[in-house]
């Protein structure tokens, strides 16, 4: 299985037939090896497109971090399938983000495929503020549960808010923003507010990471196109590994 390069975007051929039961995300879906060579191949897209600056991460480390949280999680439900997690995990142990904002947590679990590279028994890197934010408070304590029993005392912190508001009063700047917030109005349309909220703070060469870029293309249309504005981003891909997606763009 290979995928293909196409016009800003890098696809599996098996994108839509690769599918996970939300309720048993540790199940494996595919043997490893194929798992790491196709995630391999989107990393080299990125990079190709320089969006990244290199490709390679520490595997060793990666399957820590995919051993702890099966370990320390509670995860009622989730649309991130192992590609997914993996690929997450690698951007942010190549990009090492001094400072990450999740958006739209849930339980924790997309938060610490970001945060794993920077906290945990896989870490990579020493961050300075790694902050998942959910807007609903009993999910924000059940996330917060999850990531003190992942990674006591780490540089991680979940907060119950809006991450509209979050990400306009933060104070600093931020070195990659993930995007997973479902508003009750807007649906996934409110990628764009929280983005637009965080841009004067994203440094020059900051990631933004953006889930359901095949399933809410619909809905995340302005969003796409805003991000896939050269004047606006340096520059950025839709990975279509699964029949979710993520478009990674670069300020
Ligand atoms: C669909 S869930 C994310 C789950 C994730 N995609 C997964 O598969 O594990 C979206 C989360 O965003 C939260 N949310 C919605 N609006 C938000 C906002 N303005 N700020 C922060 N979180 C928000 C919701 O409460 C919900 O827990």
């Known amino acids: 299985m290979t995928g293909e390069r196409c016009n800003g975007e890098f696809r599996t051929a098996d994108w839509d037939t690769y599918r996970m039961n939300t309720r048993e995300p540790f199940v494996e879906l595919e043997a490893p090896e194929a798992e790491i060579a196709l995630v391999d191949e989107a990393l080299a897209a990125l990079k190709d497109a320089g969006i990244i600056q290199r490709s390679s991460y520490d595997q060793a480390a990666f399957e820590a971090h995919r051993e702890a949280v099966r370990e320390s999680f509670e995860i009622p439900w989730t649309a991130i399938s192992p590609r997914r997690e993996r690929l997450i995990w690698a951007l942010n142990a190549i990009q090492r983000p001094a400072r990450m904002i999740a958006a739209g947590v849930f339980c924790g679990f997309t938060f610490i495929c970001n945060a794993g590279a920077g906290a945990g028994p896989g870490a990579v890197y020493e961050p300075e503020d790694l902050v998942g934010i959910e807007i609903k408070a009993d999910e924000a304590e059940r996330a917060d549960r999850n990531v003190q029993a992942f990674a006591p005392g780490s540089r991680?912190?979940?907060?119950?808010?809006?991450?509209?508001?979050?990400?306009?009063?933060?104070?600093?700047?931020?070195?990659?923003?993930?995007?997973?917030?479902?508003?009750?109005?807007?649906?996934?349309?409110?990628?764009?507010?929280?983005?637009?909220?965080?841009?004067?703070?994203?440094?020059?060469?900051?990631?933004?990471?953006?889930?359901?870029?095949?399933?809410?293309?619909?809905?995340?249309?302005?969003?796409?196109?805003?991000?896939?504005?050269?004047?606006?981003m340096a520059g950025s891909m839709n990975i279509v590994m699964d029949n979710q997606g993520l478009e990674v763009s670069v300020r």
């Open 156 to 232: 991680t912190r979940i907060v119950a808010a809006d991450a509209r508001t979050f990400a306009a009063d933060y104070c600093g700047t931020i070195d990659l923003l993930y995007l997973d917030a479902s508003g009750p109005e807007s649906g996934k349309g409110i990628y764009l507010e929280i983005l637009e909220s965080a841009y004067e703070r994203l440094v020059p060469g900051a990631l933004v990471l953006a889930h359901n870029s095949v399933n809410s293309a619909e809905r995340l249309a302005q969003y796409l196109s805003f991000v896939r504005d050269r004047a606006k």
